[in-house]
Structure formats: C-alpha cells, structure tokens
C-alpha cells in the first residue's frame, strides 16, 4: 500500500522551530517531487514548498521565504521541512504530497496541486503563546 506519513507536529511558541517529516511507505520518494502544503481552518489548502525528485531544485511561498527549508534523504526514503522563526500564522494542518514519477535526477518541481498523486494524513502545527 503507497503511503505517506506526516510526523513532527506540535505546539510551539512564536519566534520556535519544528521540522516536519514526511515518510514512504510501499514506494520510494526517488522517482517523486514532493511538496508541503497547509491548510488553516476555514482557509484553503496551500502550497507551502516543493523539492525535486534530485533535491536539487526548490521553491517556497512568499510567506515563508528565509524561514522554512525543505530536504530530502532519499536513503531514509524521508522528506523533511524545517520551520525556523515560526508566526502564529503558521498555525495549520501540514500535509505533504508526492507528485510526478519522475527520474531520480529530475529538477522538475509541481506547480498545480493537482500534479500530486499521493497525500499524507497531515500533522498539525500550533503556533502560540
């Protein structure tokens, strides 16, 4: 069974850090783009960061620029997101999500959600004092 697996969730104040895992089961992460999304209450779901199948290539959303920072250790099969400086608007569910089946050298990154073909059941992250 192909299977995602958030971990790494919790409480944490404002200006605390977290990271976030993501790991496969019943696949490998080699041949996929994977990316973090989030969703609030009431809010939609949002793009967050994408890493290529090589590591080589990312993005992230404006919001988070210079605070988050996505990894990958294809050996351990496991994505990671650190979240550095965090804000209370940070506070959401992370999910992430594998997209693609690409070659492991691949540069591409998703750009639409619905690129991704495989979700985890998310982690949440609350942000507060």
């Known amino acids: 069974q192909l299977q995602l697996v958030e971990s790494g969730g919790g409480l944490v104040q404002p200006g605390g850090s977290l990271r976030l895992s993501c790991a496969a089961s019943?696949?490998?992460?080699?041949?996929?783009?994977i990316g973090w999304f989030r969703q609030a209450p009431g809010k939609e779901r949002e793009g967050v960061s994408c890493?290529?199948?090589?590591?080589?290539?990312?993005n992230y959303a404006d919001s988070v620029k210079g605070r988050f920072t996505v990894s990958r250790d294809n050996a351990k099969n496991t994505v990671y997101l650190q979240m550095n400086s965090l804000k209370a608007e940070d506070t959401a569910v992370y999910y992430c999500?594998?997209?693609?089946?690409?070659?492991?050298?691949?540069?591409?990154?998703?750009?639409?959600?619905?690129?991704?073909?495989?979700w985890g059941q998310g982690t949440q992250v609350t942000v507060s004092s």
């Open positions: 019943g696949f490998t992460l080699d041949y996929y783009a």
């Open positions: 999500a594998a997209a693609g089946l690409v070659g492991p050298g691949s540069m591409w990154l998703a750009t639409r959600i619905t690129e991704y073909d495989y």
């Open positions: 890493i290529s199948a090589s590591g080589g290539n990312t």
